[in-house]
């Protein structure tokens, strides 16, 4: 009797049916006029789905690449059962392939300038994606396709400079992309022509919910024809149908295989909560070129940084017990996985997603199933008109779904404000030994509070936040219902209502038996309101662990190589738990209160005694120790503690070194695995920090970690005003405690000599302020006469 019995801790359970299910075969070469056997296979998967509805059971596929003129769209009709669930899988060890493009045949290549060669294509051919055998090819760009920049592989500041686009006969349909002035992720602009002067019509921008100003210089344009000069370029004209193509050195075009993609999605379940897709398997397959869809990620979420696009190459929409097993979902131009609203014990198994556009895997609900909602950052609530009910109003989101045993790399090739994976208004998302890395911005994402139950376990993440800032290998938001920038506005709530911060995230969020690096922030960055968060048995190699302002986070049993500990503006009633950790590194503060929240001791400092009594006064480490930890033998990875450890004193336990990432033996074969750092004997000295007094206020300049507990970059800099004593002229001007200057009369001010300076010139004579305020830009005026002491 055929084995379909599947269980993985209760996601899915696939019973032994009691009878042989029908089986159907498809092939690229078969005929849909065929019964569907192995010698006579259908040749279209929409015939194999006619056929699979009346009997269910299986499809076979065949070999080769199948391409789709729509997607295949599995409704409840198409539902299987418990115990004979609809399987679409590969033959034997067959691969197939399925394509949302189109092979391009009878061309003819002819020369056309520079070793640019060009032929005719079909008038109906729309793309933004050409593949030679097999590979993404290069959109015509500037500045050219650089692998070694960090930042869009390759920028340059006069992307479309008037003096630039004055070589553009006719840029419309061009894209312009750039960072965000602090790399919280990128923009894209469809570009629309020119005005009479000559410069840039262009309409987008949207792809970022914490937008605003863009960044200076890390910028480029495609799809310009005039910047196809190098090998690997192409451009399509859509007006006379010619193809350009610059070939790399050595290519025959003359039997190169060309496909161009067309369709965004290659395989839909279109269900709902009252008719979903039941207990539909997809296994073995291969999935292609499904096109680039960042002109349509403009829907902002609840007041994260993120705008989405629900779609995906693979599109989950009220499903319950499907899954997708031992797939390949490979440059893909948009995400690859999307797991949108109403959704159960979803699986994705096994599977290898690499070179997407935008995220790799996504778990996105309703916005409308979160209470009292808010969907930017700068929005905050009225106290009176929250909804204090607990938890979502509706069931349209995903739930108790999973991703077991998945590589996910180098995704976010288009769009750089994406995850490996991302959740967003979900609740009880498992993501277990996956291997992420090769990220442009985090490797596992979770948007907020909604509604929480996620664990994270036994991943391996690494190489992240490589062309982003101010990020984490993990990170995490919370402005949910309670959460509003103003830290004491906060503190005043909670006091009044002690469980408001949990009205969201009702479950928590565990993160355990994990190992993290980031080379550009921190290994785990639980940013903005971040709360209900059980971190332990992590081995974090690079960034240590951020805690911004939240509640409830208990952290223990980690290791934190050459790194510790980094507080950020901890509300007063946190509740927050620092124990039993591995520190290599003083704690790292910035904004914090007097006292640091519930525990901040029994940890093992390997640097010295000064840092562990570093913060004694704010109530933390009075029963931490500093020794050897006694590491196995860290240089291979084994971070365990020996017999005799004073680790062992202070609770800490071992944790498995060998179970990180997939273990899957076909994928682990192929898996990267993190750079082990060389362990640091001592810590660097501390920079003696330069202050200052004005006004009757205490005078800071950034450092650290103060840049991001500001949002702000370290670029711009500022001076913080440290204290601002009451009844000061500082206070009476209305400036506060952590103000932040950056400007004074429209000049910039970094430094607290640029304020000095900036307050001599004035000569007396009013000031005109601006200035950050709980991550807003504010002015006011003051009335000076005083000159800064330095």
Wanted: net charge neutral; aromatic share 10%; with cysteine.
């Amino acid at each position: 009797m055929m084995r379909t019995a599947l269980c993985l801790s209760g996601f899915l359970a696939w019973a032994v049916p009691t009878a042989l299910p029908a089986t159907y075969v498809v092939a690229p070469d078969g005929a849909d006029s065929n019964p569907g056997t192995l010698q006579r296979p259908f040749a279209t998967l929409q015939r194999a789905q006619e056929a699979v509805r009346q009997t269910k059971g299986t499809v076979l596929l065949r070999g080769g690449t199948y391409y789709l003129s729509q997607p295949l769209v599995l409704t409840a009709r198409d539902s299987g059962t418990r115990e004979a669930p609809v399987v679409y899988q590969a033959y034997e060890n067959e691969k197939p392939v399925i394509s949302g493009g189109v092979r391009l045949t009878d061309l003819h290549w002819q020369p056309y300038q520079g070793g640019i060669l060009k032929t005719q294509v079909p008038a109906d051919l729309k793309t933004e994606e050409i593949f030679v055998n097999g590979e993404r090819q290069v959109l015509a760009r500037y500045p050219n396709f650089n692998s070694k920049a960090r930042y869009f592989d390759g920028f340059a500041a006069d992307a479309i400079s008037k003096e630039r686009a004055s070589r553009w006969a006719d840029p419309r349909g061009g894209y312009f992309h750039a960072m965000h002035p602090a790399l919280w992720g990128d923009f894209t602009w469809i570009i629309t022509g020119k005005d009479a002067n000559g410069e840039v019509l262009k309409e987008g921008g949207w792809q970022n919910n914490r937008g605003g100003a863009i960044h200076a210089e890390i910028r480029f344009v495609e799809n310009i024809f005039e910047e196809l000069d190098a090998p690997g370029e192409w451009y399509l004209n859509p007006t006379t149908h010619t193809l350009y193509f610059y070939p790399p050195a050595g290519l025959d075009l003359k039997t190169a295989t060309v496909e161009a993609t067309c369709l965004r999605t290659l395989v839909e379940f279109r269900g709902d909560e009252t008719n979903p897709v039941r207990f539909v398997r997809l296994k073995g397959l291969t999935f292609r070129q499904a096109a680039r869809t960042v002109m349509d990620t403009k829907e902002p979420l609840l007041r994260t940084d993120w705008a989405i696009y629900r779609g995906g190459a693979i599109f989950f929409n009220g499903a319950e017990d499907c899954s997708l097993e031992d797939a390949v979902i490979d440059q893909v131009g948009g995400n690859a996985v999307f797991v949108n609203n109403y959704n159960r014990r979803i699986a994705i198994l096994g599977s290898l997603i690499t070179k997407a556009g935008a995220s790799g895997i996504a778990f996105v609900g309703d916005q409308q199933a979160a209470r009292s909602p808010l969907f930017n950052y700068s929005q905050v609530q009225n106290l009176d008109k929250i909804d204090p009910t607990p938890g979502p109003q509706t069931n349209n989101y995903p739930a108790n779904c999973l991703v077991d045993n998945c590589l996910i790399t180098l995704t976010g090739r288009v769009e750089k404000q994406t995850a490996g994976v991302e959740i967003d208004l979900a609740q009880d998302i498992t993501v277990r030994h996956c291997s992420i890395y090769d990220m442009p911005r985090a490797g596992i994402n979770i948007g907020d509070g909604c509604w929480g139950g996620h664990v994270i376990e036994f991943c391996d993440v690494f190489d992240t936040v490589r062309e982003t800032g101010d990020h984490g290998s993990f990170n995490s938001w919370g402005r949910d219902r309670y959460w509003r920038s103003n830290i004491s506005q906060v503190n005043q709530w909670i006091g009044k209502i002690p469980g408001f911060p949990f009205l969201d995230v009702v479950k928590p969020n565990i993160i355990r038996n994990s190992r993290w690096r980031c080379d550009h922030g921190w290994d785990i960055d639980l940013d903005d309101g971040s709360s209900h968060y059980e971190i332990y048995n992590n081995l974090l190699l690079k960034g240590g662990l951020k805690l911004r302002e939240g509640y409830g986070r208990k952290v223990y049993n980690n290791i934190m190589a050459n790194n510790g500990l980094h507080a950020h503006v901890w509300f007063n009633a946190s509740g927050d738990e620092f124990f039993s950790n591995i520190v290599m590194k003083r704690h790292s503060p910035a904004g914090m209160p007097a006292v640091w929240g519930t525990r901040v001791d029994d940890n093992l400092f390997t640097t010295s005694e000064a840092d562990r009594t570093a913060f004694l006064n704010q109530g933390c480490d009075k029963n931490s120790l500093v020794g050897d930890p006694l590491f196995v033998d860290p240089a291979h990875g084994d971070f365990t503690v020996k017999t005799g450890s004073p680790a062992l004193k202070i609770g800490f336990k071992n944790f498995p070194m060998d179970q990180f990432g997939v273990q899957t033996p076909a994928l682990k074969s192929i898996t990267r695995t993190p750079e082990i750092p060389a362990l640091a004997k001592t810590q660097a000295p501390t920079t003696a920090r330069k202050t200052g007094s004005w006004l009757g206020a205490e005078l800071g300049e950034l450092a650290g970690e103060e840049f991001s507990a500001f949002g702000v970059s370290r670029e711009s800099g500022g001076v913080h005003l440290v204290k601002v004593e009451p009844g000061s002229p500082a206070a009476a001007a209305g400036l506060r405690d952590h103000d932040l200057i950056q400007g004074v009369n429209g000049s910039p001010v970094k430094s607290i000599a640029d304020l000095a300076a900036a307050v001599q010139s004035a000569a007396g004579k009013p000031l005109t302020l601006s200035f950050v305020r709980d991550q807003q830009t504010l002015s006011l005026t003051v009335k000076s006469q005083t000159p800064v002491t330095k």
